[in-house]
Structure formats: structure tokens, C-alpha cells
């Protein structure tokens, strides 16, 4: 065990110089929320400035304790004459105890303290003020869809030194997502040009959150039918009954716009297709195409898909929109 000491941490002292200005920078985010684009600006100066600085160091040492029950005298005892053989007729524990005498045991104490602060030099640190004002430059926001720019806008607000952070804005407010194709790709750039140069932010928008502003812009969500039977013969001859849930079929998906009376739909059309009297019409509903796709993936992993015969008929787009005229709902559906 060797004495040591070292670097706990660092911490900056006095400043030894004014701040010097070094460059501008451009710091840009989004974030997606309840279909909603959101984009946060943070124009920001940096400056440098050289401060004191110091190390913590701590002091780490040693100290031997020991030897721990050694006994020279209990020892000699433990291995002469006819001791060991008496230790043994009584109790083997007593042999051992005193063979132990026999070892030399030391422990070790770790100590620790903590040394006065020393300094380590001068280094220069950054600074970030955010002092900007719209007369200062220009700042542009870009939005483009697979790479084509659909909308331009010059952002503003900016006041000056009470600003603590980005300023943000709700891009739906003045752009209709729904003029874009359901599977473009979206980006974002903002450039702001200052004393003649421009500093330009790239923002690549994941693909679920663009399909999430797109699709939801135009549609209120998507959804399928299914129809399964838990009394139902697994291949529907033989006279052989499971409480296994069988899948008898499943639509394909909808897009739909309007009041979310899907249940209405689905037990209009377990009226008209129920041709088991055992099963049950049931909804699956999602916000997105990548959502539904995704929950298809595992969600009937549970059921048993019928096999051996054909299966009922299962309905079809007009059959569902029958449905939603019978039940009077304001609901619009497109296949998908």
C-alpha cells in the first residue's frame, strides 16, 4: 500500500482579464407534441475570458495495524509435546485457536484528507450572453418536404439581454401540414445572418414525428376489424371445442376524419357478419400507419388464426360504410 496524492477537482477563481468576443452561435431544437411542430432559436455570443484556476487535492495513506492475535507463547504451546494431542481429545476448536497464535495478521487503515487548495495555472473559459436583437441581423426559418422548400418565414421577437433561453414557435400556426404527401420527409433550417455572415442550423425530423404532423393534419387516426371466437371449433368442422381465442378474419386498415364512433361501426357489422353466434367485432385503432403496423406485429400473437376451411366472409369497404350511414355518424373513411 503506497501513499498517494491526488486531483479531487477542479474550480475556477478571479477572473484575471475582461471578457474578449470570440464568435456567434446558432443553437436550434424541435420537438413534436399533440401534432404539433414545435421550434425553439437560441442565437447566442460567445466570449472568452481567462480566470484563475485551482485543484483539490486529497492525501491518501496507510497505516499497518498488526500483528492481530499472534502469541508466541500460545503458539509454541499448539505444536510441542502432547498438546496438540490433549486439544484434540477435548475439542478440535481449541486446537485451531491456538494454532492461530501461530499467524502473523496485519490490517490495513485507509486515511484520507483533504490538502488546501493550489492553483493550477490560468485558463480561459467560455461565456455565453444573449444579447440579440432583431436589428441585428435576419433570421429565417425553412421548412422543406423531401427536400423542397414549402414555406419560408422570417422569425422575430428577439429583444435583446433580458432573453435566458430559445425562443419558440408553433409552426402550425401559420403552415397546413396537410398540403404535403402522407409519405414525405421533413427538415428544418434556420439561418440568421449576422454582420454578414450566416450561420445556418440543420434540424432532420424523424420519420414517425413527420408522419405524426402529416397524418394527423388530414386524418383523426387509423383502424382495422377483427373478428375472433373463443367457443369456436379451431377449424370449424370437426366438433372439437378451445377456449382458445381463434382469429376468424381482419380488415384492412382505414384511415377515418370525424367522430370517433368506431365501436358503433363494429357492432354494426358483428350484426350482419357474427355468422358463429360465438364471436365478437371488435375495433383497433391507432394515430398513425407506423403505429397500427407496429401493434400488428405482436398484438394477435395470442390468437389461433382458423385453418382447414375457408373462413366466413369477412366485410368490405362498402359494407363498412353502410354502417356508418345506418348508425347516422359523421364519419369518413379512406382505405389505406
Same mark, same amino acid.
Given at each position: 500500500m503506497k501513499d498517494k496524492v491526488y486531483v479531487k477537482s477542479h474550480y475556477f477563481g478571479d477572473a484575471i482579464s475582461e471578457p474578449e468576443f470570440s464568435h456567434y452561435e446558432l443553437r436550434a431544437d424541435y420537438e413534436v407534441s399533440d401534432e404539433k411542430l414545435m421550434? +425553439?432559436? =437560441?442565437?447566442? &455570443?460567445?466570449?472568452?475570458?481567462?480566470?484563475?484556476?485551482? !485543484?483539490?487535492?486529497? &492525501?491518501?495513506?496507510?497505516? #499497518?495495524?498488526?500483528?492481530? #492475535?499472534y502469541s508466541p507463547t500460545r503458539c509454541v504451546i +499448539?505444536?510441542?509435546g502432547v498438546f496438540p494431542v490433549l486439544f484434540a481429545m477435548i475439542d478440535n476448536g481449541y486446537a485451531d485457536s491456538f494454532k492461530k497464535a501461530c499467524n502473523k495478521v496485519y490490517e490495513w487503515h485507509?486515511?484520507?484528507?483533504?490538502?488546501?487548495? &493550489?492553483? !493550477?495555472?490560468?485558463? !480561459?473559459?467560455?461565456?455565453?450572453?444573449? =444579447?440579440?436583437?432583431? +436589428? =441585428?441581423?435576419k433570421l429565417n426559418f425553412q421548412l422543406r418536404a423531401d427536400g423542397k422548400l414549402v414555406n419560408g418565414v422570417l422569425l422575430t421577437g428577439f429583444k435583446g439581454g433580458d432573453r435566458r433561453g430559445p425562443y419558440s414557435w408553433e409552426i402550425n400556426n401559420w403552415y397546413d401540414f396537410s398540403q404535403l404527401d402522407n409519405d414525405d420527409s421533413l427538415d428544418v433550417r434556420i439561418v440568421n445572418v449576422r454582420e454578414g455572415k450566416s450561420l445556418i442550423r440543420d434540424l432532420s425530423i424523424k420519420s414517425e414525428d413527420a408522419e405524426n404532423l402529416i397524418y394527423k393534419s388530414k386524418y383523426d387516426g387509423i383502424f382495422h376489424l377483427y373478428y375472433y371466437c373463443r367457443l369456436c371449433n379451431a377449424n370449424l368442422t370437426d366438433n372439437l371445442y378451445t377456449d382458445q381465442e381463434v382469429l376468424i378474419w381482419k380488415t384492412r386498415n382505414f384511415l377515418y376524419k370525424g367522430d370517433n364512433s368506431l365501436d358503433w361501426v363494429a357492432s354494426c357489422i358483428e350484426d350482419r357478419f357474427d355468422h358463429l353466434r360465438h364471436g365478437n367485432v371488435l375495433v383497433r385503432e391507432e394515430g398513425t400507419p407506423k403505429q397500427i403496423s407496429y401493434v400488428n406485429s405482436f398484438i394477435y400473437d395470442d390468437y389461433v388464426w382458423v385453418r382447414g376451411v375457408k373462413p366466413p366472409g369477412k366485410p368490405s369497404t362498402d359494407d363498412i360504410r353502410s354502417c356508418i350511414r345506418k348508425k347516422g355518424l359523421d364519419l369518413e373513411i379512406e382505405e389505406y
Open positions: 421550434v +425553439s432559436v =437560441d442565437p447566442v &455570443e460567445i466570449y472568452t475570458q481567462k480566470k484563475e484556476r485551482f !485543484a483539490i487535492k486529497k &492525501e491518501v495513506s496507510y497505516k #499497518r495495524y498488526g500483528p492481530i #492475535r +499448539s505444536v510441542v485507509r486515511e484520507e484528507k483533504e490538502l488546501p487548495p &493550489e492553483k !493550477a495555472g490560468v485558463k !480561459a473559459v467560455n461565456l455565453e450572453l444573449r =444579447d440579440y436583437l432583431d +436589428s =441585428d441581423g
